[in-house]
C-alpha cells in the first residue's frame, strides 16, 4: 500500500511540473526583455569576425575573470564559471 501511496504522489508531482505554463508567466519568459540581457559589445563583434576557432578571451574589464560567464555567452573564454574547474587553477586567489 505504502508503495502505490508513494508512485501516485510522484505522478502527481511530476504532472504538476510538466504541466503548461500559466499565460502571464510564458508571456514574461518570452518578453524581449531577455534578449537584450546578452547583447554582443563592440569588442566582442570585433572578436568575433575571428574565423580561427582555436583562440579563447580572456576578459580583464571585469572584477574576477575566472568567475564571469558573460564572456563565455560569445567567445571560448579562459576564465568563466564551470563546476569541475581544473585543479591547477583551483587557489584561493582564483576561486
Known amino acids: 500500500m505504502?508503495?502505490?501511496?508513494?508512485?501516485?504522489?510522484?505522478?502527481?508531482?511530476?504532472?504538476?511540473?510538466?504541466?503548461p505554463l500559466p499565460e502571464q508567466r510564458r508571456t514574461t519568459l518570452n518578453s524581449s526583455n531577455?534578449?537584450?540581457?546578452?547583447?554582443?559589445?563592440?569588442?566582442?563583434?570585433?572578436?568575433?569576425?575571428?574565423k580561427d576557432p582555436y583562440f579563447r578571451v580572456?576578459?580583464?574589464t571585469h572584477s574576477d575573470p575566472f568567475s564571469d560567464a558573460m564572456t563565455s555567452y560569445f567567445h571560448n573564454s579562459v576564465g568563466g564559471y564551470h563546476a569541475a574547474?581544473?585543479?591547477?587553477?583551483?587557489?584561493?586567489?582564483v576561486d
Open 2 to 19: 505504502d508503495g502505490r501511496c508513494t508512485v501516485v504522489l510522484m505522478l502527481i508531482d511530476l504532472l504538476q511540473v510538466d504541466a
Open 34 to 50: 531577455t534578449h537584450n540581457e546578452f547583447a554582443a559589445t563592440p569588442v566582442d563583434q570585433q572578436i568575433m569576425q575571428d
Open 58 to 60: 580572456f576578459n580583464l
Open 85 to 93: 574547474k581544473l585543479t591547477l587553477y583551483r587557489s584561493d586567489d
